[in-house]
């Protein structure tokens, strides 16, 4: 039966072979196909069964129950652990601290540094401190034909008290000061011996006395004054007295305040650049009130105020009110990390001829003084922390100062007066005021490398336009600065600062002078010998460039400074 049918399909096989064979001799033809839409394949939506599968195993298997039990037998240990012992943390050993010191330093151009400090403790809330500093040098600047030798010395006492609801503070403090006009330009140096014989120093005298006050939990919070004399060996002088007393409210949780300033100046000069016989007087009063409301939590502060200020010039029986805004603004957006701040400030500011010698000592005796009127100064910026250890803070300004004071030099009188003084021979500067707006873009970055050391850098930016000047005279467009300290062990530490400013311009017999910018490294180290006595070494001006702080006025080289600092208990 199997053979007969396996021959069956042998025969059906070689039918249908045989067919092929034959179909492949005849000719197709051509067909014309119509395609009426392009085929468009899609995929049905899948579906999960829900139908549980059964088993149907002939064989199924039943686990077997297993009984067992534990036969414990107790195993001796002979392993005895140690005692724990806590690790101690090292600590330093705190410095002491010492009530006075002294310091004394030698250095080359015949420098002479020294400080004294000492403090009384009269009772437990009360004491009085005294300060003295005197830094001297007898000059030696290369190329330089007149003396420079200078003098700095000053002598502050205070005397605080601390009470249990308030505090104050009375002080009195001593100045005396001496400079040489010695920038005389070299077109000018064949006058350096008449400059010489009619003597080109000059002396600065001061006396000072301040209070400040503070109570606790009082609307009357604090209150400020300061009374002072200051004058020249020229017979110029001035009296400067000033009374701030401040009030605190609160209103509603928020703190309202009310500022006053009280502002005296008067002074004279008893000679003009050109005339002798002329002088000058001055007498300024500005009274100032400044409300304000401060609103703030964790994360913001607002302070919302203005000044009135009541400018009289008691020398010409003319007066005015002016003023200006007081406000400003923070947010915290990223806690310590991120923080905007914004505002905008003013206020008339009394220029003194104690603040511009202190600025540059080189000034002619023979100033106009008058204030300046700072109409408004923009600000915004961004602060806060890049990490715990590195701070930045990012700020730029814009402000408005009407009658901005400007130093610039002096001409040369030397061929129009009979009697020339040692400011006459266009080695002194004077003060001109000027509309100036300024815009000002700041940065800066301090950084907590390790414990002992640290860094920081800043640097501005500064554009000027001026109203009747032709440049903002002796005015930088770029100032930077930065320093490093480091403490390499708990005896010997130092130090690092550097310094650049910028191109200034200055006027010099109807002419307009560059001055190069400079740049100025310093450095200092000390060594603590033991807890009293510390030696040290200071290097200043390490690049040795006699730059131009002032024109035709150079400064030292290179300045080597070494000396000891001893601290003691009476």
Request: hydrophobic share 35%.
């Amino acid at each position: 039966m199997i053979f007969k049918t396996a021959r069956f399909q042998i025969v059906l096989l070689v039918c249908f072979f045989t067919f092929v064979a034959h179909a492949q001799d005849d000719d197709i033809g051509t067909e014309v196909i119509n395609v009426v839409r392009p085929y468009t394949p899609s995929v049905s939506d899948a579906f999960k069964i829900k139908e549980t599968p059964s088993l149907s195993d002939s064989v199924t298997t039943q686990k077997k129950e297993v009984s067992y039990t534990i036969f414990s037998v107790p195993v001796a240990s002979t392993f005895t652990p140690a005692k724990g012992k806590a690790t101690t943390v090292e600590r330093k050993r705190p410095e002491k601290v010492f009530g006075n010191y002294a310091t004394l330093g030698f250095g080359n151009y015949t420098s002479v540094l020294g400080e004294f400090y000492t403090n009384f403790e009269i009772s437990r809330e009360d004491n009085v401190d005294f300060f003295f500093k005197h830094n001297s040098s007898q000059g030696g600047i290369e190329d330089v034909v007149l003396d420079d030798k200078f003098y700095n010395s000053s002598l502050d006492v205070n005397y605080t008290s601390r009470q249990r609801d308030m505090s104050y503070n009375l002080g009195v403090g001593l100045l005396h000061q001496l400079y040489n006009w010695y920038g005389i330009a070299p077109e000018n140096l064949f006058y350096a011996e008449q400059a010489d014989d009619t003597g080109v120093d000059h002396s600065y005298f001061g006396a000072s006395a301040k209070g400040n006050v503070t109570f606790d939990d009082m609307i009357f919070s604090e209150g400020d004054i300061m009374v002072r004399y200051f004058g020249d060996s020229y017979s110029s002088s001035e009296i400067n007295a000033r009374v701030q007393p401040k009030f605190v409210f609160d209103l509603g949780g928020q703190d309202v305040g009310l500022n006053f300033d009280v502002n005296y100046l008067s002074g004279s000069f008893d000679r003009t650049y050109s005339d002798p016989n002329i002088d000058i007087q001055h007498s300024y009063l500005n009274s100032g009130v400044h409300p304000y409301i401060r609103f703030q939590n964790e994360d913001f502060s607002i302070n919302l105020g203005a000044k009135v200020v009541y400018g009289m010039d008691m020398e010409n029986s003319d007066g005015d009110f002016f003023i200006y805004p007081k406000l400003n603004a923070s947010l915290k957006l990223v806690d310590e990390f991120v923080t905007v701040y914004a505002g905008v400030d003013g206020d008339l500011v009394q220029n003194t001829y104690y603040d511009f010698t202190q600025e540059n000592p080189f000034l002619s005796p023979t100033l106009a003084i008058a204030p300046t009127d700072l109409q408004y100064e923009g600000f915004g910026g961004v602060k806060g922390k890049f990490t715990n250890t590195i701070s930045y803070n990012l700020r730029g300004s814009y402000k408005n100062e009407i009658g901005k004071p400007l130093f610039t030099t002096n001409e040369n009188l030397i061929s129009m007066t009979a009697s020339p003084e040692g400011y006459h021979f266009g080695n002194s500067f004077r003060v001109e005021y000027d509309d100036v707006t300024t815009l000002e873009v700041f940065g800066e970055i301090q950084a907590e490398i390790t414990t002992n050391i640290t860094l920081g850098l800043n640097a501005s930016y500064f554009n000027y336009t001026t109203d009747l000047s032709e440049e903002a005279f002796n005015l930088p467009d770029l100032k930077a600065s930065g320093f490093l300290n480091a403490a390499f062990s708990e005896k010997i530490f130092g130090g690092l600062s550097l310094f650049y400013v910028g191109e200034r311009n200055d006027s010099f017999d109807g002419s307009v002078r560059t001055l190069d910018g400079y740049f100025d490294a310093n450095v200092h180290v000390g060594y603590n010998i033991n807890d009293q006595l510390t030696i040290f070494a200071k290097g200043s001006n390490l690049l040795s460039d006699n730059y131009e702080k002032w024109l035709n006025t150079p400064v030292q080289g290179i300045q080597a400074l070494a000396g000891a600092t001893y601290k003691f208990d009476w």
